[in-house]
């Protein structure tokens, strides 16, 4: 069974850091790909970041890029995201993403509030 489990979310002013965690467990976490993504109130869900298995590839939307930084922790099969800058657009529920194989599966989400 695979399980995604997010924390790290929270409150926080513009200007701001956060880091979010996620923990990966029934599947063979190199041969995943790990992303984060977010859903505004009323918004679609977009792509924030996405690290591939080895973490050699990182990609972020461009509304992130200089601020966000996703890593990967083979040993403790976690992906992180370490947001700066947070502005109150960042508002959204965050979501741990994993792509293995033909599926994706998905945590259940934290809330991150960035307060102007």
């Known amino acids: 069974q695979v399980q995604l489990v997010e924390s790290g979310g929270g409150l926080v002013q513009a200007g701001g850091s956060l880091r979010l965690s996620c923990a990966a467990s029934?599947?063979?976490?190199?041969?995943?790909?790990m992303g984060w993504y977010r859903q505004a109130p009323g918004a679609q869900r977009e792509l924030v970041a996405t690290?591939?298995?080895?973490?050699?590839?990182?990609k972020y939307a461009d509304s992130v890029k200089g601020r966000f930084t996703i890593s990967r922790d083979s040993a403790k099969n976690t992906v992180s995201l370490q947001m700066g800058s947070l502005k109150p657009e960042d508002t959204a529920i965050y979501y741990c993403?994993?792509?293995?194989?033909?599926?994706?599966?998905w945590g259940q989400g934290t809330q991150v509030t960035v307060s102007s």
């Open positions: 690290i591939s298995g080895g973490g050699g590839v990182v």
């Open positions: 993403n994993a792509a293995y194989g033909s599926r994706d599966f």
């Open positions: 029934g599947i063979i976490f190199r041969l995943a790909i």
